[in-house]
C-alpha cells in the first residue's frame, strides 16, 4: 500500500465512526433527486418535441430534438405576447414593488429602532405581520374594495361609495399588483435594516459627534453606510421573492390582460403547452441566480453587521414636533397593510347579498349555513362544507408533515455541514441545499409537473399524488431549514459530541441522547415557520394539486376564478387566523427569522 | 511499561503541519503535561490519542495494545480506548442534569442500575458535588462545572485521564484551587495523566514531566525542574519562565590563557570549554540569577535602571547596559530609583551558553 492510500484508508474508517460522511452522500442524493433530476428534465423538455406540439404543427415528432419551443418564445410572431411583454410585466413591478418596499421597510425600522415616536413597541408587534399573511391576501381585499364589472361577481366598495365603476388602472394591473405587493414584501426590508441598526453600537454615532459631526452628517456617513448592505440585500431579494410570485398578478393583471412571467407558466400550462411554460421557467431561474451572485457580489466582504455583544447601548433619536406624525404614518402602514384588509375580508364574508354594505345584510351563511339553492349554487358555509374541510385537514397534513421533514432534513444537513466543515463534501453539501432558493416558486413547480407527469421507470406517475405536493414543498423550503439547522448545530459545540464519543456512545446514541435534544430546541420555531410558509403556499402548489389534493389556498384561487368571493375571503381568513398564530407561537418559542 | 506510546506521529491540515514525525511515551502513573504556544500541536496530540483526531502516519499505543497504526490500518475508536477525557469548554449536556452528565457514559456501557447510581454517587461526593444531581450545567458556577467534568470522566475509571486546558475557563483564584485538586486527584489515583496547556505555571506546579512543543515538534522532554534550570535550546528558554529569561549575544574568546565572553557591551565569566570557543553564542540568565549592587565589585559591569516594577512580594527591575536591557528579579523591596546607576554581576554556574544559529544548549552538559 502507498502512503497515500493508507493515508485515504484510514480516513475512510475514521469517517464510518463519524458518519457525517455517510449522511452527506445521502443527503446529496435526496438533493440530486428533488432539485438536480427535475431540473434536467425540464431542460430536457424545452428542447424535445412534446405530445402537446401535434396540436401546434405537424412538424412536430414527439421524443425528438427540436429548438422549436426556444424559436417559438424567443423569435416568433408570438414572442411579444408570450414572451417579451410578460417579461417586462415581471421586472417592472418587481422593481417598483422592491423600491416601494425598500423605502417603507427601511423608514420602519428607522423610525420602529432607533427614535422616540411613541407606541413604538405596540406598532413592532403587528410590522411583520403582512409577510406572514399570505401574499395575495391584499390582492384579495383590493377586489374587495375596487372590483368593477370587468370580472364576474359583484363589484367593491368603491364603486357602492361612489356610484362610478372603478377605473381598469385602479382595479387591476401595475398600481394596485405593486402597491398590495409592496405591502407585503416590506417586513422584509424592515427585519433585515432593524437588525443592522440593533447591531450598530451607539457609540460609533458618539464619536462622530464627539469629533465634532452634525446629526445629519452623522446619519449620512456613519449610520447609513452601516446600514446599506442590509438595504441592497433587501431590495435584490425582494426583488426575486416579487419575480416568482403567481397569485397576486393572477388576481389583479389577469383580468386587463396584464400578464407576468409567472402568470404565463401558469396559463400556458392550463393551455397545454408546457415547453413554453418551461422556457419562461428557466428565464426567470436565470434572472434569479444573476441577482442572487450580484448580492453577493456586491455585499460579499461588505457586510459591516457586527455580532451584537454585550454593553451595546442605544441612543434614541428625538423627533420633536414630528413624533406624532410620524407614529400616525407608521400606524396608517399597518393600518393599510393589515387591519383595514383583513376587515375587508371578513365584512365580505358576512354579506347576504354581494354589493350591499347595510347591517341588516348580515349573515353567518358563509361560514355556518346549510345549503340552500338560493346561494352559491347550493354550496354550504365553509365551516359544513365538506370539500373545504377536506382542503384544510389536507393544507394541515401538508404543513405539519413537510415541516417535520424539512426540519429534520435541516437538522441532518447542519450536522453533515458543520461536522465536515473545511471539507469539499460538506461544503457540498451546504451550497447544494442553497440550490432551491435560486429556483422562484412557480418554476418549482413547472419542474415538478415536467418531471412526474410520466412514470419514470417504476415509479408509477406521481402527478395528482400527495406525495408530490409534499415533496416539492420539502424541497422549496430546504434552504431555509438548513440555514436553521446550521445554525443550531454550530451552537453544539463539536466537543458535546466528542465527549460522548469518549464516553463510548454509538453513533445512534450521540444523535439521540445528544444532538437531536440540543438542536430541536433551536429548531422549533424553525419547524412553525415552515409550517406557515406552507399553509399559505400557492405559486408553489398551484401547478401540482388536482381535486384530491387541494388545499385551503387552492381552493380560495377556486372560488375567486368562480366569483364567489364570499367563500374565497373566508376561506383566507381562516388561512389568516391559522397562519397569524403560528407567527406569535414561533415568536414565543424562538428567536425571530425570515421565511 | 509506557502506558502511552507515540511513535513518528504526523498530522497536517490542508498544508499546515500539526504535528511532526512525533516520538513520546508516556511512563505509568505519570503526570505529563503538553506545553507550548497556542497552535504548536499539543491538543491535536491530545485528540489523536482520544481517537477524535486521526493522524496521518504513525503508531499510537495505549497499556501496548495498538490503538492507531496507519501502516497496518488499525484506528480504535474513542469510546474503546478506555481514556477519559476533560475538555477545556467541559463539554457538559446542557440538557441533562448534573447526575445525568455523570451517569451517562455508564449508561451506554450498560452498567445495571444499582452499581450506577454507587458510582455515580461516589464520583460525585468526592469532586464535593453532593446536592447537585438535580440541577443543569448553566445552574452551576465554572469551578461546580469543572468539578462535573472530572465526575464524568472519573466514573468511568480509565486508566489514562486526558485533559485539554481544563483550567483556563477560570477565574485565577479558583485555578489555584483547581490545581491542588487536580493534583491530588492524580496523587490519590495514580492514573496516567496527559495534560494539555499553554500557562507554563501549571505545566511546572502539576507535572511530573513536561513535554515542550513547538511548530508540532518536541523541543524537550524533562522534569519542571530541569525544563526550568537547563532548558534544552533557546525556544525553551525562552518560552518557560516569566519575565523571560536574558538572552545576550555574544563570542567566547581567549586570550593568554583566560576566557571570557563578550560582545560590544559587557564581558562575562565563561567556562573552559573548547566547544565553545570562537563560536557565535547566546548567553541566557534567569532574571533572579543576576545580582546587583551598588558600588563597583570587582567584576560588576555598570549599567542604568530603566524602570522598577514591585509586584507585592518581589520587584522586577530592568536595567539597560547599551542595547541590552536585563530582567531581574528581587525578593522584597529595592533603594534604587528609576535613572540611578546599578553594577549587575553574571555567577558563572548560573550562565547557560546556547549556539545561536542552531538554538541547542552547548554548555553545562548533561550531568548523567
Redesign the interface.
Known amino acids: 500500500m502507498t ?1 497515500s492510500w ?2 485515504f ?3 475512510l ?2 469517517n464510518l ?1 463519524q458518519p457525517h460522511l455517510v449522511m452527506s452522500l445521502l443527503l446529496l442524493v435526496l438533493l440530486t433527486a428533488l432539485v438536480i433530476i427535475p431540473f434536467i428534465q425540464m431542460l430536457h423538455d424545452t428542447a424535445v418535441w412534446q405530445e402537446a406540439d401535434l396540436r401546434i404543427t405537424r412538424a412536430a415528432k414527439p421524443g425528438e430534438w427540436t429548438t422549436f419551443h426556444y424559436l417559438r418564445v424567443f423569435s416568433s410572431r408570438l414572442s411579444k405576447n408570450i414572451f417579451y411583454r410578460p417579461l417586462w410585466h415581471s421586472l417592472e413591478t418587481s422593481l417598483a414593488i422592491s423600491f416601494l418596499a425598500m423605502t417603507l421597510g427601511a423608514l420602519m425600522a428607522w423610525l420602529l429602532v432607533r427614535t422616540d415616536m411613541p407606541f413604538r413597541r405596540g406598532i413592532a408587534v403587528f410590522a411583520v405581520i403582512p409577510y406572514v399573511l399570505p401574499s395575495y391576501t391584499l390582492a384579495l381585499a383590493w377586489l374587495d374594495f375596487f372590483k368593477n364589472e370587468r370580472i364576474g361577481g359583484a363589484t367593491g366598495v368603491y364603486q357602492y361609495l361612489f356610484g362610478v365603476p372603478t377605473p381598469d388602472w385602479l382595479a387591476y394591473g401595475f398600481v394596485p399588483i405593486v402597491i398590495t405587493l409592496s405591502l407585503h414584501y416590506y417586513p422584509f426590508t424592515y427585519l433585515l435594516v432593524s437588525g443592522a441598526l440593533v447591531s450598530i453600537d451607539a457609540h460609533l454615532e458618539e464619536s462622530g459627534e464627539v469629533l465634532g459631526a452634525s446629526r445629519l452628517a452623522i446619519l449620512r456617513r456613519i449610520t447609513f453606510p452601516i446600514v446599506l448592505p442590509a438595504l441592497i440585500s433587501s431590495f435584490i431579494l425582494t426583488f426575486s421573492r416579487a419575480l416568482g410570485t403567481f397569485g397576486t398578478p393572477y388576481f389583479l393583471g389577469a383580468p386587463v390582460r396584464y400578464f407576468t412571467l409567472a402568470t404565463t407558466i401558469f396559463s400556458n400550462i392550463t393551455n397545454r403547452t408546457p415547453a413554453v411554460a418551461y422556457i419562461s421557467a428557466l428565464v426567470l431561474i436565470l434572472i434569479s441566480i444573476f441577482i442572487i451572485y450580484a448580492n453577493q457580489k456586491i455585499i460579499g466582504s461588505k457586510s459591516f453587521v457586527t455580532i451584537a455583544g454585550k454593553g451595546f447601548h442605544h441612543r434614541l433619536t428625538p423627533l420633536g414636533k414630528f413624533r406624532y406624525p410620524a407614529m400616525f404614518l407608521a400606524a396608517a402602514l399597518i393600518l393599510l397593510a393589515v387591519f383595514i384588509p383583513l376587515f375587508l375580508l371578513v365584512w365580505q364574508t358576512l354579506m347576504l347579498y354581494p354589493n350591499d354594505y347595510s347591517l341588516k345584510n348580515l349573515t353567518l351563511h358563509f361560514w355556518v349555513g346549510k345549503s340552500t339553492p338560493a346561494l352559491a349554487e347550493g354550496e354550504s358555509g365553509i365551516l359544513r362544507n365538506l370539500q373545504i374541510l377536506g382542503a384544510a385537514w389536507n393544507s394541515i397534513e401538508l404543513s405539519v408533515i413537510v415541516a417535520l421533514l424539512t426540519g429534520m432534513t435541516g437538522i441532518f444537513i447542519g450536522y453533515a455541514a458543520v461536522k465536515g466543515r ?1 471539507t469539499w463534501l460538506a461544503t457540498l453539501v451546504e451550497q447544494g441545499s442553497f440550490l432551491p432558493y435560486l429556483i422562484p416558486s412557480i418554476a418549482f413547480g413547472a419542474i415538478y409537473l415536467s418531471l412526474f407527469t410520466n412514470p419514470i421507470g417504476p415509479l408509477p406517475s406521481l402527478y395528482g399524488s400527495f406525495v408530490l405536493v409534499v415533496m416539492v414543498c420539502m424541497a422549496k423550503n430546504l434552504p431555509f431549514s438548513a440555514r436553521s439547522g446550521i445554525s443550531s448545530m454550530l451552537q453544539v ?1 463539536g ?2 459530541e ?9 453513533w445512534q ?1 450521540r444523535f439521540r ?2 444532538i437531536l ?2 438542536t430541536l ?1 433551536g429548531s422549533i420555531s424553525g419547524f412553525v415557520l415552515v409550517f406557515i410558509a406552507t399553509m399559505r403556499e400557492l405559486s408553489l402548489i398551484i401547478l401540482l394539486v388536482t381535486p384530491n389534493t387541494r388545499t385551503l389556498t387552492t381552493m380560495t384561487f377556486r372560488y375567486v376564478e368562480q366569483g364567489y368571493s364570499q367563500f374565497a375571503d373566508a376561506i383566507i381568513v381562516l388561512i389568516v387566523l391559522i397562519v397569524v398564530s403560528g407567527e406569535f407561537l414561533a415568536r414565543r418559542l424562538g428567536k425571530r427569522e425570515t421565511v | 511499561m509506557a502506558w502511552i506510546e507515540i511513535e513518528k506521529v504526523s498530522k497536517k491540515f490542508g498544508q499546515v503541519t500539526a504535528v511532526d514525525r512525533l516520538n513520546l511515551a508516556v511512563e505509568a502513573g505519570e503526570f505529563l503535561t503538553l506545553l507550548g504556544p497556542s497552535g504548536c500541536g499539543k491538543t491535536t496530540v491530545l485528540r489523536m490519542i482520544a481517537g477524535l483526531e486521526i493522524p496521518d502516519e504513525g503508531i499510537i499505543r495505549i497499556k501496548g495494545e495498538t490503538v492507531f497504526s496507519s501502516g497496518e490500518g488499525i484506528f480504535v475508536p474513542p469510546g474503546k480506548r478506555g481514556v477519559g477525557l476533560v475538555f477545556q469548554s467541559y463539554a457538559l449536556w446542557p440538557h441533562m442534569t448534573v447526575f445525568e452528565n455523570v451517569a451517562f457514559g455508564l449508561q451506554v456501557q450498560g452498567v445495571n442500575r444499582s452499581e450506577l447510581e454507587t458510582r455515580v454517587t461516589t464520583s460525585l461526593e468526592y469532586m464535593q458535588l453532593r446536592g447537585m444531581e438535580k440541577r443543569y450545567p448553566a445552574q452551576l458556577s465554572g469551578g461546580q462545572q469543572q468539578r462535573v467534568a472530572l465526575a464524568r470522566m472519573l466514573v468511568a475509571r480509565p486508566s489514562i485521564f486526558l485533559m485539554d486546558e481544563p483550567l483556563s475557563n477560570l477565574d485565577a483564584k479558583l485555578r489555584m484551587e483547581m490545581r491542588t485538586e487536580i493534583k491530588r486527584l492524580h496523587w490519590e489515583s495514580k492514573a496516567t495523566t496527559l495534560y494539555v496547556t499553554h500557562d507554563q505555571n501549571e505545566a511546572l506546579t502539576l507535572s511530573t514531566k513536561v513535554a515542550v512543543m513547538d511548530k508540532g515538534v518536541l523541543q524537550q522532554l524533562a522534569s519542571p525542574k530541569e525544563t526550568y534550570g537547563r532548558p534544552s535550546n533557546l525556544f525553551v528558554a525562552d518560552f518557560i519562565g516569566s519575565p523571560t529569561i536574558n538572552l545576550i549575544p555574544g563570542r567566547v574568546h581567549e586570550e593568554r590563557g583566560e576566557v571570557f565572553f563578550k560582545n560590544e557591551f559587557l564581558t562575562l565569566p565563561a567556562p573552559p570549554e573548547g566547544v565553545l570557543v570562537g563560536k557565535d553564542l547566546v548567553a541566557a540568565i534567569r532574571p533572579e540569577d543576576i545580582r546587583v549592587t551598588v558600588q563597583g565589585e570587582r567584576g560588576g559591569i555598570p549599567g542604568e535602571v530603566y524602570s522598577v516594577l514591585p509586584a507585592g512580594a518581589e520587584v522586577i527591575l530592568q536595567v539597560k547596559k547599551g542595547s541590552l536591557l536585563f530582567n531581574i528579579r528581587r525578593m522584597g523591596e529595592v533603594p534604587w530609583g528609576m535613572g540611578e546607576e546599578v553594577y549587575l554581576h553574571f555567577p558563572l554556574d548560573s550562565i547557560l551558553f546556547y549556539d545561536r544559529g542552531k538554538g541547542t544548549l552547548l554548555y553545562p552538559c548533561r550531568e548523567d
Open positions: 502512503a493508507r493515508t484508508h484510514n480516513r474508517r475514521f465512526t473545511g459545540a466537543e458535546l466528542e465527549s460522548a464519543m469518549v464516553a463510548g456512545a454509538s446514541k441522547k445528544i435534544p440540543l430546541a
